[in-house]
Structure formats: structure tokens, C-alpha cells
């Protein structure tokens, strides 16, 4: 990737560390300036562009498709359609492990859902493309759809999120209902979802032989390598994969979409090179979402304000043809304390594109029930909903009875607490008003995230000049990834940060693991680390064994030589022994107008304890984006699904709503030093994800605290407001 020079334009000032310094991100000069090159904007010589045709339909089958009128238009080149697509090696219907999901790939002329991918045209041009893929103008046998929590019988999934249980329990959650002096029943919706990155996914793929070439965002750049591999029956060393920029990906980048693999497809099929970038539109459908949960939640505190049970149950949906179900429920194995909990999940099956990993899946999405429930509970036990908290944290994690590997969860309550001015509150709801005469409401939420890792590789080099080279296929999705992991590659290396060449972002590199799950800069970080350190000792050896050396024969037992590898043997047994999660406490002010039910965020405090902080303004950064990712889960994003058609109503920036610059609050960030010393060498946490978690409970508080109206149906709007239903 000679082409791409990164930077760092801001001086640092190095007090004996590269981690912990809050460098400039070495990509933003690129960015700003438009220098960076995303997949999209690839053009190699020859290259031809793809345009999908896509079912306007929820089920049934395509009967007809105007091949003749698309291909008789100028400039098309080809129409791909289930009759000619070229042979796979493998059916994209088979699943065969966690991470594998079923694609649509033109297996077939029956459609499971709207915006099903139902024929590839190519062309010379990208209008020439669009008009051909109209002129297809298809012919359905169309089946009613099934949509809804309640489109068909439920069941008992196999597993939820990535294998998870779908039921836990620990203690006897219906003896402790029974024996509890309060009690909260309530049950709380929450809409479908779309991640809706500001980059679509894009591909540009060139095929030479069997070798595959292929620009094209991706959170798991070996996965995905893996998976082409397998569908095209080739070899994975044959796949070249770079992906150096990303517009976002919040989870629908992780796994290759089945648009993505349709580009290479039509590559294969024109023998030249295609690009197919998806409309917006086009992404409500085949890239996955978060789906809709219906939570019931009963809780039960003894005379003392004790929680005594939880019951989270969860109501959730997936699609026809695949499994993936929205652990929401398990948000509450964590955050209190409770002799007795319970968490389960049952789900129906409907006529919508399989959902996906969507940021904080199931920890966003229970948490903003668990935090409503919690806040209604505190007010039946007459209590201040901080104090109710205070009491009722957990010390231990509740679901697993493990103790955590560090915690500063009461820290985070008490420094947000005191920068929100908290202790001002008063306890009962519509108490306070602005100069304007617009309600004032303050709502608390606490944030939880597990600290995950998974495998990850990297190579080191020391040079003979005494510079040094990283290497890994790490992913930068716009969160910073590659100068947090710059910071520990130099410090790795035991080099300032401008004396290390470091590479990244293509699938020729180490894998790296997937960017997702807040577990990034743990997984990729220690690889570096662990390389470093392994790169460190061979110098060591090759130094203590060099008769010129002065240090010949001193023995080099203080170095720790690793293996390059992701886990020590000491590491693995932490992760059993130890809950591992980050915390937070999130403090959030609302404004309702009287009248008219308008709502507004006004005011975020989020202190968080995330173990070690390798670069403050990238995770200050991060925390922010999942702070607004929680204002707009509480007030702003829904998808409509129209009942009757089963499709997506809003599938467009305009009607879906997401935050722009003027919903988004004061925020302000508090990083809690915290040191756990068990969860990795390094001592790092994610922070990718937790943000989400407080926040959006927080706000529905503080609308309870400035309405007196509790809304259990999210997004909180005006209607619902001024409307309870
Ligand atoms: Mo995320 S949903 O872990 O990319």
C-alpha cells in the first residue's frame, strides 16, 4: 500500500510512552483532504459497472425478468441472473460454522425478503447499469408476507447473538417475585434498527485466473478472505483483500454481505472489472439489521430497596432461512446485583433479510428496558433512581457469580454524579423548567460492556538502523484502530512512534481478528504486543550469544519470549476465573416542550472505566459516537416496516432518523482510571460499544423526570408523549 502515507501532525511530547499520549489520527489528513481512497472510489483500467436489481416483494417468487429489453439497452454488457450466474463451490445456503450466514447469490428465483438481490446488471456505465437493471421490470408469484413479533409461532431459539444460551437462570427468580414487598412488571419495545454507515457497501473486484483482487470495506478482513475462498473454491492466499478506509461499519461490515460477494461474482462472470456500490435503499434488506425485541421485565426488591429477582424475557425475531437472534435479555447478567435472575428469549420467524451484529447487540437493546425498569422500580421504592443504583450494583457478576476482574463502576456514578450536579435533582417528575418554560427532566443509566479479546496475529521487525516494522490486518473503521495500535506497536518495539513503519489493512498482512464486539484495540494491540516482545527477545538472544557483544553470556532469562499469539496460558485462565467487563455511569438532561411533546437531548455526562486508555481522544471519541448512538436509540431511530408489502417504509436517510449536529447534546466524557490487572498484559478494554449502553436508558429517564410520563416504546416521540399508549 505504498500509495497511502500516514502521519502524525500533531507533535507529541514522549514521557517514556507512546500509549497514553492522545495523538491526531495518522489517517486524518488523508480524510479531510480527500486523499483517502475508499473502495467506492477505485477505478482500475477497463472496469465495468455493476448495478443490482432488487425484489420489491417480502416473499414469494421472481416469474419473470426483461433480460431482452435490459441487454438491448446501450452500454449493458450483461444481465446476471439465477440462470446464468456461474457455478459456486460451495451452496450459500450452507452454514457451516457460527460466522458463516446464509447469502442470497442468486441461488434461486424465490424471495425471502424485500431488496432480495434478484439479478446483477453490468454496463459501461453506471446510468447505463441503473437504466438496465429497471428495464428488468419483474414479474412476481407473490405470498403474503409475515411481519411482526407475532407474523408466526414462536419458539425457543438454539442459541442467541454468537452462542449464547438463549435461557440462563441463577437462583429461584419466581420464589423471590413471590417473596418481594415491591414489585415491577413491564413490558418494553423496541424497533427494528438499520446501521446505516455512511459508506455503503462497495466493491471494486478484478479477477486474473483464479487470483482475486478486491477493494471493499470489511471489519474481518481474514474471514472474509475465508469465506470467498470457500464459495469460489479457491484458495485463500489467492484472495487479495484491501480495505484501508472504512465509512463506518457498526457490525454490518463485519462478515462479507452477500452484495459484496455479487460484485465479485459479476467480475468472474464479464471477465473484467466490476464495481457495484449498493444505493442506500438497497442496504435495508441483504446487509442486516437490528431486529425488534419486545422485553417483559419483572423485578422485585425486599423492604430495604434490595433487588431481589430479575426477569428479563425477550421477545425478538429473525429471518425464514437463517439464525441470528438479539440477545437482549443478557443485558441483564451484569449491571445489579440479585439473589435470583432469570433471562430468557423466544423468537418468531418473518419475511425480512436475516438480522446482524448491530453495535452493542443485545447490550444496547436490553439495556434501555433493564434502565427504564430499574428507574420505575426505584420510583416504587420511593427512592432516588442514583441511590437505588448505589445500593443495588453489582460486586460480583450477578448471572455467572464470578468476581470481576476490576471494576470502578462506583467511581464512574460518583465523578459523573458530581460533574452532572446531580444532587441538585428533585425526586419527582415535571419539578423543573427552563427560562423558555420547557420541562426539564434528568435521567441516570448504568453502562456495561464485556472486555472481549479474540486470536490475533502480528509481525515485528527491528531493523539494523534500529527502526522497526508492524504488520497486522487490522481494521480502521474511523474509530482510530491504526494509531492506537501504532502507539503500542512503537512501544512494543520499545521505539518512538515516528521510528516504526506500521502496516495495515489488507489481507495480506496477519489476521487480526475482527473489528468488532469493543474488542479491537485488546486483540490486535496484544498480538503487537506479544510480537514486539517476541522480536525483542530473539535481539536479546542473538545479543547474549554474539562474543563481541557486551552483553555476551549475561543470559537473557528477564526477557519473556511470547509466541506472537493472541492468549498466554496465564491469560486463559483469567478469562475463567474473572467476569471481565468495562463500566459506566451516564447522566443525561431532556427538554420537552409542554404543548407539544418536542423532545431534546440536551446534556450528556458519561464517566467510564475502560482499564487503560492507549490514545484519550480516540476513545473520548468513541464514547461520544455511542453517547449519540444512545440519544438516538432513545429518541430518533426506528424502521418502518409496512405490513402489508414488507418493506422497509423509511429506507432513506430523510426518513430514518439518525442525529445530525443539531440533536446531538453537550457531551462530556469522563475517563475513570482504572488498572485490571487480569484482563490482558496490556490492561485494555473496549470502548467501541459501552456508550450506547447508558445513554439511551438515561434519556428515557430524564423524559420520565421531565413528563411524568413513562414511555416503554422506543423511540420516545412527541406522540407518544403527548398520547400514552
Ligand atoms: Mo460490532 S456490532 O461489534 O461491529
Known sequence: MPEIVLSQTLAHVRHGSNMGQPLTRRDGVLKVTGAAKYAADQHPPGMLHAVLAVSTIA????????????????????????????????????????????????????????????????????????????????????????????????????????????????????????????????????????????????????????????????????????????????SPDS?????????????????????????????????????????????????????PTQQALRLGTDQNGKLIAIDHRTKTMSSTFDDFFEPASDAS?????????????????????????????????????????????????????????????????????????????????????????????????????????????????????????????????????????MEIGAQDMGQGAWTALAQIAADALALDIDQVEFRSGTSDLPDAGIAGGSAHTATAGMAIHNAGADVIARLAELATSDKPSPLFGAGNAGVIARSGRLCRRDDAAAQSTYAMHAHGAVFAEVKVDPDLGQIRATRVVGAFAAGRIINPRMVESQLNGGMIWGVSFALHERAVMDPRSGRVMNANLAEYHVPVNADVPSLETILVE???????????????????????????NAVWHATGVRVRKFPITLDRLIEPE
Open 59 to 234: 416473499r414469494g417468487h421472481v416469474a419473470f425478468l426483461d433480460v431482452a429489453a435490459a441487454k438491448a439497452h446501450p452500454g449493458v454488457v450483461e444481465v446476471i441472473t439465477t440462470a446464468n450466474r456461474p457455478a459456486l463451490a460451495q451452496d450459500p445456503d450452507e452454514r457451516s460454522d457460527l460466522f458463516t450466514f446464509r447469502l442470497d447469490l442468486l441461488q434461486s428465483d424465490r424471495v425471502r425478503y424485500a431488496n432480495q438481490p434478484i439479478a446483477i446488471v453490468v454496463a459501461e456505465t453506471l446510468e447505463a447499469a441503473t437504466e438496465g437493471a429497471a428495464l428488468l421490470a419483474p414479474r412476481y408469484e407473490i405470498e403474503p408476507a409475515r411481519v411482526g413479533l407475532d407474523a408466526t409461532e414462536s419458539f425457543v431459539p438454539a442459541a442467541v447473538g454468537p452462542g449464547f444460551p438463549a435461557q440462563m437462570h441463577r437462583g429461584d427468580v419466581e420464589a423471590g417475585l413471590a417473596a418481594a414487598t415491591r414489585k415491577v412488571t413491564e413490558t418494553y419495545e423496541t424497533p427494528a434498527q438499520y446501521h446505516n454507515p455512511m459508506e455503503p457497501h462497495a466493491i471494486v473486484a478484478a479477477w486474473d485466473g483464479d487470483t482475486l483482487s478486491i477493494d471493499t470495506p470489511s471489519q474481518g478482513l481474514a474471514i472474509a478472505q475465508g469465506r470467498l475462498a470457500g464459495l469460489f473454491g479457491i
Open 333 to 469: 447478567h451484569t449491571p445489579y446485583a440479585s439473589a435470583a435472575i432469570a433471562t430468557s428469549h423466544e423468537a418468531v420467524r418473518a419475511d425480512i433479510g436475516t438480522p446482524m451484529f448491530m453495535r452493542a447487540p443485545g447490550e444496547a437493546t436490553g439495556s434501555i428496558a433493564l434502565e427504564s425498569a430499574i428507574d420505575e422500580m426505584a420510583r416504587a421504592c420511593g427512592m432516588d433512581p442514583l441511590a437505588f443504583r448505589l445500593k443495588n450494583y453489582a460486586e460480583v457478576e450477578p448471572i455467572s457469580g464470578k468476581p470481576f476482574s476490576s471494576k470502578a463502576l462506583r467511581e464512574c456514578y460518583r465523578q459523573g454524579a458530581e460533574r452532572f450536579g446531580w444532587e441538585r435533582r428533585p425526586l419527582g417528575s415535571r419539578q423543573m423548567r427552563d427560562r423558555d418554560g420547557l420541562l426539564v427532566g434528568w435521567g441516570v443509566g448504568t453502562a456495561t460492556f464485556p472486555a472481549l479479546m479474540f486470536a490475533g496475529h502480528a509481525k515485528a521487525v527491528v531493523r539494523s538502523d534500529g527502526s522497526g516494522i
Open 239 to 291: 484472495i487479495h483483500i484491501r480495505s484501508p478506509f472504512l465509512g463506518g461499519g457498526f457490525g454490518c461490515k463485519g462478515l462479507i454481505s452477500g452484495p459484496q460477494v455479487l460484485g465479485a461474482i459479476a467480475a468472474r462472470a464479464v471477465g473484467r472489472p466490476v464495481k457495484l456500490v449498493l444505493r442506500r435503499e438497497q442496504m435495508y434488506g441483504p446487509v442486516g439489521h437490528r431486529a
Open 674 to 700: 482504572e488498572h485490571d490487572p487480569h484482563v490482558n498484559a496490556l490492561g485494555i478494554k473496549g470502548v467501541g460499544e459501552i456508550g450506547i449502553t447508558g445513554t439511551a436508558g438515561a434519556v428515557a
